[in-house]
């Protein structure tokens, strides 16, 4: 069966950087573009990153944007969210997802929807 397991969260100061992992199994990992969620306390769970197959095309959240890198090792069926200067309101459950579809355009892949299976989240929490 499909399993996404999250690893890296913790607990760091304003200004630090962290990596998530992502370990992927039971589906043809380099078939479908993934995506990188989270939930802050209170609200939705909201689009992070998302890129394609390939790792060759990627998307982000503008307020993460030249902070956030998402990337994968196809080799490794692993995904990573890459966070650099982290700020308190990037403090949230961050969940990677496998896209349903093989393919996706930002509008496509920023949409919860359009993805089958998720990770059960890490947490991150950044102090000021």
């Known amino acids: 069966q499909v399993q996404l397991v999250e690893s890296g969260g913790g607990s760091v100061q304003a200004g630090d950087s962290l990596r998530l992992s992502c370990a992927a199994s039971?589906?043809?990992?380099?078939?479908?573009?993934m995506g990188w969620f989270r939930q802050a306390p209170g609200k939705e769970r909201e689009f992070v990153a998302a890129?394609?197959?390939?790792?060759?095309?990627?998307y982000q959240l503008d307020s993460v944007k030249g902070r956030f890198t998402i990337s994968r090792d196809n080799a490794k069926n692993t995904a990573y969210l890459q966070m650099s200067s982290l700020r308190p309101e990037d403090t949230a459950i961050y969940s990677c997802?496998?896209?349903?579809?093989?393919?996706?355009?930002?509008?496509?892949?920023?949409?919860?929807?359009?993805?089958?299976?998720w990770g059960q989240g890490t947490q991150v929490t950044v102090s000021s």
């Open positions: 997802a496998k896209s349903r579809w093989s393919s996706g355009t930002l509008y496509i892949l920023r949409q919860k929807e359009n993805y089958d299976y």
């Open positions: 039971g589906y043809t990992f380099s078939g479908y573009p």
């Open positions: 890129m394609d197959r390939y790792g060759a095309t990627t």
